[in-house]
């Protein structure tokens, strides 16, 4: 839910309007301090420049240099049509052979999902490659909504083998896609994943919650079993204000 902020009453009383730290830098530290601190709470929308200015007593380019650089740090957002937002706590996600779906479980955020589209497609060129089945093959084409505690997240579009088709709406807006794979026996021992970032289009804009045509991050997995068959073919993108990938590197 979104709501107006009301900031400590003190939190811009120690302004140095003569000192040599500059002014929308002392601004931008204060409101990061009031964010993280808790005072003013994600999802909490911020007033306009020039209001914030005119009850500061500053200038507005100041005011928007100082909100600019929470925005580049990734605490501020801004929405058309709603102003500048505090971000939502960002969910983390190792790069690791896990789903969303437990990943939001296992960091305490609450995990939702809305079934877009379930049906059944003759395979296109590129989801028959990385599936290893001949082009035109049937196989389950699945696309949907994640949120993390109420806020998108993710949209998430998957393929499967035609064997796989008994996987039904109900249960894939219960839990998640590798929980209901492993019910099944299915074991999922390798994946090649691909990372990287484009615009949004379509509906994406609207279904996230960010500008129409806003970055999102994209993630691309063909999971692989035992036996070397591949078992799904995923083509997911995120939020890049509320989602991150983390990895470690390791010196040869």
Do not use: C
Request: proline share 5%.
């Amino acid at each position: 839910m979104t709501t107006d902020v009301h900031w400590p009453a003190q939190l811009f009383d120690d302004i140095d309007r003569t000192g040599p730290v500059p002014l929308y830098f002392q601004v931008s530290s204060r409101l990061e301090q009031a964010i993280r601190s808790g005072a003013i709470p994600p999802g909490a929308r911020l007033e306009n420049e020039i209001a914030i200015g005119e009850r500061l007593g500053l200038s507005r380019p100041t005011i928007r240099r100082a909100i600019q650089e929470l925005v580049d740090r990734g605490l501020l957002v801004r929405r058309r049509g709603i102003g500048t937002q505090v971000v939502q706590g960002q969910v983390t996600r190792q790069v690791e052979l896990t789903s969303l779906f437990e990943d939001l479980q296992s960091t305490q955020h609450a995990p939702g999902t809305t079934v877009l589209e379930h049906e059944v497609i003759p395979a296109p060129a590129n989801v028959a490659s990385h599936l290893g089945i001949a082009e035109g093959d049937e196989v389950l084409h699945i696309r949907r909504l994640r949120t993390a505690d109420g806020t998108p997240v993710a949209i998430l579009q998957n393929f499967f083998p035609a064997k796989t088709t008994d996987l039904s709406r109900d249960e894939l807006e219960e839990r998640g896609l590798y929980q209901i794979l492993r019910s099944r026996g299915v074991a999922i021992r390798i994946a090649n994943q691909r990372i990287g970032a484009r615009r949004a289009h379509d509906d994406e804009g609207s279904l996230l919650e960010i500008d129409r045509d806003g970055p999102v991050l994209l993630m691309e997995r063909t999971a692989f079993d035992n036996a070397g068959q591949a078992i799904e073919f995923g083509l997911h993108i995120y939020r890049p204000d509320r989602y991150s990938f983390e990895t470690t590197l390791v010196a040869k």
